[in-house]
């Protein structure tokens, strides 16, 4: 039973353009939406977070939006740089723990 | 910043071995956690704890079991590894309690274990 789905894989981008990942979840409940950034041989960092009383929330070119109504989230990165090729991984925070999607690979091509 | 230290980077094991995966953090956290992560199936949660002594079964425990008996140290326990057992392993902290940003994870850089 997965919590939260991240449905795309992959995605590929240009850099300088906008990447929009996203990430649908099942439960009402969580307090919490996070996204973390992996790279190779590392473990994930924390990106940025919103909480469940907002739709919005933004910290640099990193903006992630809430859409309760649809269990939906999405962080967008404008500009893409070629730094920001990584796996993404969206997780909801319920109590304590949190629960990840699959994450996706993004590749910002020069 | 905070520092999560996972003791072994790879380690090979063979079926039916006793293994022990060691994780530290620097930052007095309340909170630890083990995760493994498979392609496709992103991080599952094994067990976490809040405190010393204490732990609590995450989603995917079987075969698995945890040891905090300080507050910085968390160890995750193979009973008897098997090949299914072939992931990656990460250790996280976090703070106790609500924060405006949540209670993120800070993670270890992950233990590849390979049981053959």
């Known amino acids: 039973d997965q919590q939260v789905k991240q449905n795309s894989p992959s995605l590929s981008v240009q850099e300088g353009r906008i990447s929009i990942l996203n990430c649908d979840y099942t439960?009402?409940?969580?307090?919490?939406f996070l996204w973390y950034k992996k790279y190779p041989a590392e473990g994930p960092t924390f990106l940025i977070s919103?909480?469940?009383?907002?739709d919005k929330n933004e910290d640099g070119r990193f903006t992630v939006f809430l859409n309760k109504s649809a269990k939906h989230l999405s962080l967008h990165i404008v500009p893409s740089q070629p730094g920001d090729s990584a796996v993404y991984f969206c997780?909801?925070?319920?109590?304590?723990?949190?629960?990840f999607g699959q994450g996706t690979r993004l590749t910002i091509n020069p | 910043d905070v520092k999560v230290t996972q003791s072994s980077r790879y380690l090979v094991k063979r079926t039916g071995e006793k293994v022990f995966l060691e994780c530290v953090q620097d930052m007095d956290h309340e909170n630890m956690f083990w995760y493994r992560q498979d392609p496709g199936l992103g991080l599952r949660l094994i067990y976490f704890?809040?405190?010393?002594?204490?732990?609590e079964k995450g989603d995917i425990p079987e075969g698995y079991s945890v040891s905090r008996e300080k507050k910085e140290r968390f160890s995750l326990i193979l009973e008897s590894a098997s090949t299914n057992q072939t992931s990656m392993y990460l250790c996280?902290?976090?703070?106790?309690?609500?924060?405006?940003?949540?209670?993120?994870?800070?993670f270890g850089n992950g233990t590849r274990l390979t049981v053959t």
């Open positions: 997780a909801v925070q319920g109590a304590q723990k949190l629960v």
């Open positions: 996280a902290s976090s703070i106790f309690g609500r924060r405006p940003e949540g209670s993120p994870l800070h």
């Open positions: 919103i909480s469940s009383i907002k």
């Open positions: 704890s809040y405190d010393v002594k204490m732990k």
């Open positions: 439960n009402s409940m969580f307090d919490y």
